[in-house]
């Protein structure tokens, strides 16, 4: 009869995972958009003091931003994996 009851409660569990991933992702994509926003920041600063260096400062703004953003994406790809499981 335990058998039973087990079987039961085992098909009426509530998958939670893809609660969970999304909480999950939310709260990791903060971090890359705080990070793209101080990118950018630093780079209008860099430019207001010393307009000579524009060209330098977007190239590296570019760099770190496609660095920063990779977090996010990598971020997105858990998250499907993690609600698909």
Do not use: C, D, H
């Amino acid at each position: 009869m335990s058998n039973i009851v087990l079987a039961q409660a085992a098909e009426s569990a509530v998958n939670l995972n893809p609660g969970l991933a999304a909480i999950g992702y939310g709260l990791g994509a903060i971090g890359p958009g705080i990070g793209i926003g101080l990118i950018w920041a630093a780079v209008i600063n860099g430019t207001a003091r010393q307009p000579e260096a524009q060209g330098k400062l977007m190239g590296i703004a570019w760099t770190t931003f496609v660095l920063t953003e990779v977090l996010a994406l990598i971020g997105l790809v858990v998250y499907f994996i993690a609600s698909a499981a």
